[in-house]
């Protein structure tokens, strides 16, 4: 909340579609299908590979953020965030996507009193958020944009329930082990 509302639904698109920064930087709005509220991101996966596209559905209020700054974008402009600066070398007024906006998240967590965080934290965040609700693996790879599945996994940083029963499980054969152990140390069988 410490940042403008440009600045805000920078960050929510970012959140609520879990994609990365550069994806959200280079989003233009033939990228966006209000119709069957999808939003495709591109990415170069690979150094120096091909550009690959992945498609994630609009949650509500990504929808309504899209939707309002649709309505009030400069037709002129494909991008759905940019912006205008003087360019010290040609020395002229520049409209283009951000390339990278590190210094956005140190001044927001300043601004705001919390240790300082990156962007890239609320990708991890989103996909434990949707881990813990139990949302299957292959779900969350496919909305992260991840090729395999051991990389989606980094990210979920929750014990979920099938950790939990398992360490129940081994809990309680540990128990039937070190029960039978005592009964034979002890002479008593």
């Known amino acids: 909340m410490a940042g403008d509302s440009e600045q805000r639904d920078y ?6 579609s879990l ?30 590979g091909n550009r690959t596209g992945h498609l994630i559905p609009m949650n509500e209020k990504l929808l309504s953020i899209m939707t309002r700054r ?14 205008h600066y003087f360019d010290r070398k040609q020395r002229a007024w520049i ?4 390339v ?10 300043e601004k705001a009193g919390v240790r300082h965080f990156g ?6 965040f989103g996909a434990s958020q949707l881990d813990q609700a139990g949302v299957l693996l292959g779900s969350i790879q496919r909305i992260l944009g991840h090729e395999n599945r051991s990389t989606t996994e980094i ?3 929750s014990v979920g329930e099938g950790e939990r029963s398992a360490m129940d499980i081994l809990n309680g054969e540990l128990k039937i082990f070190t029960d039978i152990l005592k009964k034979e140390f002890s002479g008593s069988v």
Do not use: Q
């Not at 994806?23 to 709005?29: I, Q, R, S, T």
């Not at 409209?95 to 951000?98: L, S």
């Open 95 to 98: 409209d283009k996507p951000y």
């Open 155 to 157: 990210y979920l940083h």
């Open 119 to 124: 962007f890239h934290a609320l990708r991890h």
């Open 19 to 48: 994609a990365r920064v550069n994806e959200v930087n280079a989003l233009l709005w033939d990228d966006i299908d209000f119709k069957k509220n999808t939003i495709t991101f591109y990415t170069r996966k690979k150094k120096g």
């Open 100 to 109: 990278e906006r590190s210094m956005l998240m140190e001044t927001l967590c």
């Open 70 to 83: 649709f309505e009030s974008r400069d037709k002129t402009k494909p991008w759905v965030f940019w912006h």
């Open 11 to 16: 960050l929510w698109t970012i959140a609520f």
